[in-house]
């Protein structure tokens, strides 16, 4: 889902500040205590309900205290453990993207401005899904996801979907592919919505067209793959538009003249060979043909085979010897 969002919405998802930090703060173990503790809460309560009329008031309540203490703890120590981690979302992102924190507070005011866009896999608006979208502004975008990380739109060398992924156990699964000019960045996303993918790539491209948005393409009688072989893709958007990591554009301080707006790629498919599921099991799938190959030959001529020795042995009387004296 796409769509741009209202004042409201932004102060909403900027109320400390900061759109990054509030992202941020989708998840953490902190989280995961508190939520713990706030049940052990309330069982305690309900059980000293429970059991007040067996245990006694007193009883119930010591036995129902024990856990709401522990509960207690539990709450406040994840709650100290997730302001504690929401504190450190500066840090996370320069770790994560390598951005400055110069460039995190330009993303937050960029944020603000109009013709900002949010992207989104489902179409719910809840906190925790808003806090899981991804968004564009001018120079940057965030792909839908808990990670911290940002790319810089002029960085961008691709942003496809993609249903044949190759899996290690041979098979394919659709996926949502990024990565930027250094090689070292990216993002991938297993299984995502197909329709929400493709919204999300087309809006990409409208944004920066120079970016390759399909898996297999020809470019000059090369064939690419964009997802196998990246590092060949990224070699041919720094020959057409030079290394313009951290807004150099070459080495020189210009960029290519001309520089044309996009890469104009034939995009091709490619015929992949048929997996029969049996890609995972490598050497063992040929031991296991050979067993079946024997066991249908015992059912075939097993009893045949079997027959014929107990005759050789003379495990078998025929007519002919029943006739004779």
């Not at 522990?70 to 504190?87: C, T």
């Not at 156990?169 to 930027?180: C, F, K, N, P, S």
């Not at 009688?221 to 290394?243: C, F, M, S, T, W």
């Amino acid at each position: 889902m796409i769509f741009e969002p209202d004042d409201k919405l932004k102060q909403k998802m900027s109320k400390n500040g900061s759109v990054l930090q509030y992202m941020y703060s989708v998840s953490g173990a902190g989280k995961g205590l508190f939520a713990m503790g706030a049940m052990l809460i309330v069982i305690g309560i309900a059980l000293a309900a429970v059991l007040s009329n067996t245990m006694g008031i007193q009883g119930a309540l010591m036995f129902g205290g024990v856990m709401m203490i522990a509960g207690i703890l539990f709450a406040v120590l994840g709650s100290s453990m997730q302001k504690k981690k929401e504190q450190g979302w500066i840090e996370a992102y320069k770790n994560a993207c390598g951005l400055s924190e110069q460039e995190l507070h330009q993303i937050d005011q960029e944020f603000r401005q109009p013709g900002t866009i949010l992207l989104s896999m489902d179409k719910d608006k809840d906190t925790n899904s808003l806090k899981s979208m991804g968004f564009i502004t001018a120079n940057y975008v965030k792909l839908p996801s808990m990670d911290p990380c940002v790319f810089r739109l002029k960085d961008m060398v691709a942003c496809l979907y993609t249903k044949k992924y190759l899996c290690q156990d041979g098979g394919y699964d659709r996926a949502l592919v990024a990565y930027i000019a250094d090689g070292e960045l990216g993002f991938l996303q297993r299984n995502p919505p197909e329709k929400a993918s493709i919204a999300i790539v087309e809006a990409i491209a409208k944004h920066n067209p120079r970016i390759v948005t399909d898996h297999f393409f020809t470019y000059e009688g090369k064939e690419y793959d964009a997802v196998r072989k990246p590092e060949e893709v990224i070699q041919l958007h720094k020959q057409l538009y030079g290394n313009m990591k951290s807004g150099v554009h070459n080495e020189a301080g210009f960029s290519p003249n001309p520089v044309p707006d996009r890469i104009a790629y034939q995009p091709t498919q490619k015929k992949e060979a048929k997996k029969t599921g049996w890609e995972p099991y490598g050497w063992k799938r040929g031991v296991a043909l050979v067993i079946l190959f024997f066991v249908l030959m015992g059912i075939m001529y097993g009893p045949k085979i079997y027959k014929r020795y107990q005759m050789d042995h003379g495990g078998i009387v025929t007519e002919e010897s029943q006739g004779q004296p």
